[in-house]
């Protein structure tokens, strides 16, 4: 099981951060006309307010339970956006995590969210319609101070092709491997899996790969939300996948009684002939097996019924 705890959004007064392993749980807003979600968390005695304080993390493997609302299908309007604007194609951030125990705009990895485009085709979206509506889902990671655009480094940004619906929660992971790897997972809310994409890191700090502040709710940068936008994090665990071994017994087991009935029914006249005497059967067995066998297969005929014969051999039929 992996082990998790959770920090509470703070106000934090001077530098620092909460120095706890930590993951996002619970509901957050970025209010229309802002970048960030509340509530916020301040520093310098409130001059400068950020986003709510995470915490950090030094899990190398996590999970949480998202959920969309409307506005974020299909927000339009504000400040900078339009029908025909290219700000539409911004990718707003939803959760993750720094890398390297360092800045995130250095080395991170973090799931982005923007509303499906008009001219987005997926073959997921119906007949691609102008409104088929939903949430698209992306990859998006800073790597050795690189990230995905203006240059389209696709080695650090993956568009997922599972459209997401509002108000359906669905599970997002991360798993990250000391060669640069790190895999995203998407889920249903029921764990059944729908898509997973890996980013590639070149700079690999193999001693902390793991380590860094977790990321939360974030609209833009160039625009701010030009409506409230709200999610919901919910902490899950992964489930376990164990192997019954009481399972495979009883398989073993049900397996060997059909093969006993089966070759039962092919020996009719094996076992019929040895109901005449106990003799007559030990007769055959010693014809037709090693001495050693058959002296084993008479001194059990000798002191049973016909009928217990008849299954000796049948069981010595079936097994050698």
């Not at 310098?44 to 969309?68: A, D, H």
């Not at 995130?104 to 997926?122: E, K």
Request: proline share 4%; aromatic share 10%; glycine share 6%.
């Amino acid at each position: 099981m992996v082990r998790r705890s959770y920090a509470v959004a703070t106000s934090i007064l001077l530098f620092g951060s909460l120095s706890v392993d930590a993951l996002i749980d619970g509901t957050y807003t970025v209010e229309a006309g802002d970048h960030y979600a509340s509530p916020k968390s301040c520093r310098f005695f409130g001059l400068i307010c950020t986003g709510p304080n995470w915490g950090i993390s030094s899990e190398s493997k996590w999970f949480t339970k998202v959920t969309f609302p409307d506005a974020a299908a299909d927000y339009e309007g504000g400040s900078c956006f339009n029908n025909d604007s290219v700000e539409y194609y911004d990718w707003n951030k939803l959760i993750g995590k720094a890398r390297c125990n360092g800045s995130h705009q250095n080395d991170s990895d973090r799931f982005v969210w923007r509303r499906l485009q008009d001219i987005h085709s997926a073959p997921n979206c119906g007949d691609n319609t102008p409104d088929c509506r939903g949430i698209q889902l992306a990859t998006y990671s800073y790597d050795g101070g690189t990230k995905p655009f203006p240059n389209e480094n696709w080695e650090l940004s993956r568009t997922f092709s599972t459209i997401l619906e509002p108000e359906k929660p669905y599970i997002i992971g991360m798993e990250s491997f000391s060669d640069g790897q790190v895999v995203h997972f998407l889920y249903t809310e029921n764990w059944e899996l729908l898509e997973t994409q890996t980013n590639q890191h070149s700079n690999l700090c193999p001693s902390d790969y793991e380590v860094g502040s977790v990321l939360g709710l974030y609209f833009g940068g160039t625009c701010t939300a030009p409506q409230d936008i709200t999610v919901t994090y919910e902490a899950v665990e992964e489930p376990e996948i164990t192997t019954s071994t009481s399972t495979l017994a009883t398989s073993t087991s049900v397996t060997t009684s059909s093969e006993v009935s089966t070759t039962s029914t092919t020996l009719p006249q094996t076992t019929s002939s040895s109901t005449t005497s106990s003799q007559t059967s030990s007769t055959v067995a010693t014809t037709s097996e090693t001495s050693s066998t058959s002296t084993a297969v008479s001194t059990s005929e000798a002191s049973t019924t016909s009928s217990t014969s008849s299954v000796s051999l049948l069981v010595l039929n079936v097994f050698t």
